[in-house]
């Protein structure tokens, strides 16, 4: 079954903005998740979700709800997040707008509304993200609450993106509004890159985009919970730690600029690489110090002795500082 039974759309021809949620066992979450989005002050015309294989009920909630008209996508088998992100992509070419929702995030009433009006001026491909607040699983506001300047969205500086790109400090996928134009976007998600897949692929996409935007307002809620995939991806070592290095080299190359610019750049990425290794070192080191060890070592083989030590200096004058940031789990 292509679409929701009873919960028909108008055609793709005729749709000028569409979300698309894909999801895996979201029966926690998604339900608050549809309704932010039957909640918006300007509906989407078109609601996909792109099912992963659910093995609960997400079908079940799915199909019971009626607040908005839903379209029930599922994949013939489980593919993973990243690649039923890129199934999600495939539907980018159906609207004039295209709106990615991650299953256990919210967004709130004028979100669509405003990232589309952000937008109205900018040429096919361009872009728009919105600032976002941090909730956990029962939704309450976590890490401070983000306070509503009610500001509009303002053009912000390609070279600019991509410096946080490169230094991980990503947008996140459902405060991203894309203008698409009716066309398909021309990058994917990386498949191997389970942790920092999106770093990456906003910093290819801001590469071809013609225009950013940023609106300067909590527009976005992203929840983390014990089950999210940084929750999963800790345990990882090539997922949570060295593959942040490959994402800060994919994505500063993007840059365009001089030979010593670029020099500079992938020196300070170096030192930044080692002081985050150093960071997740210490939120182990308690709790697993055979994995706290094994951190330490990855990072020290992949940097020149120099650069490891001066982030490691990073951190612990930081330390010395501010105090000790130890955590039981990162939260990226």
Known sequence: MNAHKGHQTSSSDSSE???????????????????????QTRRPDRLLIIDDGSTDGTEDLVRAFKDIPCEWHPNPQNLGLFPNLNKALEKANEAEFFHLLLADDLVVPEFIETSCQALKDAPTLSFSWSDI???DAEGKHTKGTVEDSGEAGAPFSKRTFLTRESELQ??????????????????????????????????????????????????????????NMTSKNIQSL???????????QETARRMQEGALQRWLRHQKLRCL????????????????????????????????????LLGRMSVLVRDMIKGRNVEEQAQS
Request: positive net charge.
């Open 133 to 135: 607040q941090w909730i």
């Open 17 to 39: 903005i569409i979300t698309v949620i894909p999801v895996y066992n979201g029966e926690n979450y998604l339900q608050a998740t549809l309704e932010s989005i039957a909640r």
């Open 238 to 248: 090539k997922a949570w730690v060295t593959d942040e290095w490959i994402a800060m």
């Open 273 to 308: 690489f080692a002081a985050r290794s150093r960071v997740k070192e210490q939120w182990m080191e308690h709790s697993q110090p055979d994995y706290a060890r094994q951190i330490r070592k990855a990072a020290r083989s992949a940097l020149p002795l120099p650069h490891y």
């Open 170 to 227: 990503t947008v996140s996928v459902g405060s991203v509004m894309i203008r698409t134009g009716r066309r398909s976007i021309p990058c994917r998600f990386r498949t191997d890159l389970p942790q920092v897949a999106d770093c990456v692929f906003y910093g290819e996409l801001a590469s071809h985009a013609k225009t950013l935007i940023h609106i300067p307002r909590p527009l976005c809620h992203i929840r983390t919970h014990a089950t």
